[in-house]
Nanobody, 114 residues
């Protein structure tokens, strides 16, 4: 299983970024795709996830109303649209797929700063 994340960068507060993660190496339809983040000096936390078989999404309270997770079944990809970004959103963002076992992408850095 491979996960390739992209889309991070530097953005001003209030700005937007869209993260993408291409997933490959598995054929099961029973999986959950998600985004996690880890800020300097803090533990990794869940940001959002989508359950493939049910199209159910869930978000951390800190990002509700600002972030949107979506998936493209044809490409086995997951996206995270991040709007109204805040300095506290600064972190390395990781994509994750759960197939019983969790697999992680390499992470992409998002920096929100003026």
């Amino acid at each position: 299983v491979q996960l390739q994340a992209s889309g991070g960068g530097l953005v001003q507060p209030g700005g937007s970024l869209r993260l993408a993660c291409a997933a490959s190496g598995f054929t099961s339809d029973d999986y959950t795709l998600g985004w996690f983040r880890q800020a300097p000096g803090k533990e990794r936390e869940g940001v959002a996830y989508v359950i493939n078989s049910h199209d159910i999404t869930n978000y951390a309270d800190s990002v509700k109303g600002r972030f949107t997770i979506s998936k493209d079944n044809n490409k086995s990809a997951v996206y995270l649209q991040m709007n109204s970004l805040k300095p506290e959103d600064t972190a390395v963002y990781y994509c994750n797929v759960k197939l019983g076992t969790s697999y992680w992408g390499q992470g992409t850095l998002v920096t929100v700063s003026s």
